[in-house]
């Protein structure tokens, strides 16, 4: 799952939903790309993986972090576009990535400093209706391969 290229919205979702059955509590990802790229829809994926009604993700506007609750894992979806670098410090984002879910973050270079154990989800516009997506291990390891 190292690398892959979708051709349609849905099956971006499928892998968001695909990478979701392999999650554990405290997982962070950060999921980085351009406006459109994809993000909240890879969350979407998330979400249905997790138990919880993908209809029910949607951006996060005013609400920096929203948090939906699954069968098990809880999932925590926040999107930073909006935030000044200095103004992530005061959301206890470390808090909630290590309670009982997993933590999925739109723009993560607005992060201040990093999270551990954080894994990277890149998604990059190929055409209209295709999208790379990269999946990298945790941060602090261990290399186990998705
Ligand atoms: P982001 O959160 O990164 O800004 P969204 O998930 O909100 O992006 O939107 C992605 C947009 O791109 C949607 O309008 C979706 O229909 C469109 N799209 C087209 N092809 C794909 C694809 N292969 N994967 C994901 N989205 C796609
Ligand atoms: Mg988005």
């Given at each position: 799952m190292?690398?892959?290229?979708?051709?349609?919205?849905?099956?971006?979702?499928?892998?968001?939903?695909?990478?979701a059955?392999?999650?554990?509590?405290?997982?962070?990802?950060?999921?980085?790309?351009?406006?459109?790229?994809?993000?909240?829809?890879?969350?979407?994926?998330?979400?249905?993986?997790?138990?919880?009604?993908?209809?029910?993700?949607?951006?996060?506007?005013?609400?920096?972090?929203?948090?939906?609750?699954?069968?098990?894992?809880?999932l925590?979806?926040?999107?930073?576009?909006?935030?000044?670098?200095?103004?992530?410090d005061?959301?206890?984002?470390?808090?909630?990535?290590?309670?009982?879910?997993?933590?999925?973050?739109?723009?993560?270079?607005?992060?201040?400093?990093?999270?551990?154990?954080?894994r990277?989800?890149?998604?990059?516009?190929?055409?209209?209706?295709?999208?790379?997506?990269?999946?990298?291990p945790?941060?602090?390891?261990?290399?186990?391969?998705?």
């Amino acid at each position: 799952m190292a690398d892959r290229v979708t051709a349609s919205e849905d099956e971006t979702q499928a892998v968001g939903r695909e990478l979701a059955v392999m999650l554990h509590a405290g997982d962070v990802l950060l999921l980085s790309g351009d406006l459109g790229a994809g993000k909240t829809t890879f969350v979407r994926g998330l979400a249905e993986g997790l138990g919880i009604d993908p209809g029910e993700v949607s951006s996060p506007t005013f609400t920096l972090v929203h948090e939906y609750r699954g069968n098990g894992l809880t999932l925590y979806h926040a999107d930073l576009y909006r935030l000044e670098r200095a103004a992530t410090d005061d959301l206890g984002l470390e808090e909630i990535g290590f309670k009982d879910g997993v933590l999925a973050i739109e723009w993560p270079d607005r992060l201040s400093h990093a999270l551990p154990g954080a894994r990277w989800v890149r998604l990059e516009v190929v055409n209209e209706e295709s999208r790379r997506i990269t999946i990298g291990p945790p941060e602090d390891g261990p290399y186990d391969c998705v």
